[in-house]
């Protein structure tokens, strides 16, 4: 397994290795001056990093209104929950005052025959 592992790390370096020394022969032949190579490569680097800023807050705008939806939607569930749990206690004190009164009712059925 370790030996699997090792071939697979020499297999991704000798790639890495591979693009860069291509890159750099790439430089040498280059039809342009050294100078204008690098104006080009810096223009690159500020058109890229401004859409990974772009994408980044893009990114970061979605998980935010994600958050607050899921905020929102609990917030809703757990409201609810309170209607819920306050009209099922209401249906609970009802049947309980229905049974005290039923009960009553059967406590003086009995006293009247007991006497």
């Known amino acids: 397994m370790a030996d699997k592992d090792n071939t697979a790390l020499v297999g ?3 790639l890495v290795a591979g693009g ?3 890159a750099g022969v790439a430089l040498l032949y280059a039809p342009q001056s050294g100078k204008a190579t690098r104006r080009d490569i ?3 680097a ?3 990093r401004h859409k990974a800023e772009g994408v980044v807050d ?3 705008d979605t998980v935010s209104d994600m958050v607050d939806a899921v905020g929102e939607k609990a917030s809703e569930i757990l409201d609810r929950g309170k209607d819920l749990a306050h009209d099922a206690k209401k249906e609970l004190l009802k049947a309980m005052e229905e049974g005290q ?9 009995l006293a009247k025959i007991i006497g």
């Not at 009164?101 to 059925?109: C, F, G």
């Open 12 to 14: 991704a370096l000798m």
């Open 101 to 109: 009164a039923k009960l009553e009712k059967q406590r003086s059925r």
């Open 46 to 48: 500020k058109k890229t």
């Open 20 to 22: 860069i020394i291509g």
């Open 58 to 60: 893009e990114f970061s």
């Open 42 to 44: 810096v223009r690159y």
